[in-house]
């Protein structure tokens, strides 16, 4: 039998709606790696925002920035950082606007600006906290992914001004700012090469926006029940709730696990 390999998005999906990591879901997991099936994770967040969860999982193998910076088993198998150049033009316009940023690489991230609402109250969401503060600190890094903080249809101003990036909406008052074309799906088919598997044999399961890519790219996508309707419309097969253990019972009604 070809090995299979399931990629796990984590807010929503690992973690229910309180940010906990389901016994059910854990030992679903354990179940899969016991069965001779690899894990990984598929997350915007950064490697150091998840290290405890992956270390709980034990899983080796993910996808952090929505595809921008992939490891297997341990091992850094493909980068895609921001233009620097392109970086600094859009960062000098977002602050002609008052909009602040998050810079982020693999190791740490820094705000443009300290103590500002928006960022407290975003990554407050992921139980982060605020960012020390280094307006320069994408000069002379790669950085993965940053952070604009804006309103509504006021991130329409960056896509027509800067197309160098995609911008990804994941909360009221905040964007990732991503490298054009960049995805969980690109970062998965990194992913799959390095460890010579197929992609038909790779299952992915998700519930935000930044899933669309993956769940329609990869052999069986999984929409959790609470995932958005644009999500759950391009997926095989949508589960229950995260509150109702809905990664483990699409496990099993998949046939991961027997």
């Known amino acids: 039998m070809d090995k299979k390999i399931a990629f796990f998005d984590i807010d929503g999906t690992l973690l229910d709606h309180d940010k906990k990591l389901p016994e059910k879901t ?4 354990q179940d899969l790696k016991d069965q001779g099936v690899y894990c990984a994770i598929a997350t915007g967040r950064a490697p150091f925002m998840y290290k405890e ?7 080796d193998s993910y996808i952090s920035f929505n595809g921008q910076y992939v490891v297997f088993e341990g091992e850094e198998v493909y980068t895609n950082p921001l233009s620097g150049t392109d970086l600094e033009k859009l960062h000098a316009h977002a602050e002609s606007n008052d909009h602040p940023m998050v810079f982020m690489n693999h190791e740490e991230m820094r705000a443009s600006t300290p103590d500002h609402e928006d960022i407290s109250s975003s990554l407050g ?7 020390d503060e280094d307006a320069s600190f994408y000069k002379g890094r790669n950085i993965y992914q940053s952070l604009i903080f804006c309103e509504g249809d006021e991130i329409e101003e960056y896509r027509e001004a800067f197309p160098a990036f995609d911008y990804i909406r994941w909360h009221p008052v905040s964007c990732d700012v ?6 969980k799906a690109e970062g998965i088919k990194k992913l799959v090469e390095a460890a010579g598997l197929r992609m038909e044999d790779t299952f992915a399961f998700g519930d935000g926006l930044n899933d669309i890519e993956m769940i329609r ?20 097969f949508v589960t229950v709730d995260v509150g109702e253990d809905g990664l483990s019972h699409a496990i099993y009604e998949l046939g991961l696990l027997k």
């Not at 854990?26 to 997991?29: F, G, I, L, R, S």
């Not at 991503?178 to 995805?183: D, E, K, N, T, V």
């Open 26 to 29: 854990k030992k679903a997991v």
């Open 217 to 236: 790219e990869v052999g069986t996508g999984v929409a959790m029940g609470n995932a958005v309707s644009e999500t759950k419309a391009v997926s095989d």
């Open 125 to 131: 969401t992921l139980y982060i906290d605020h960012p």
């Open 53 to 59: 969860l992956r270390e709980e999982l034990g899983i």
């Open 178 to 183: 991503l490298p054009r074309g960049g995805s």
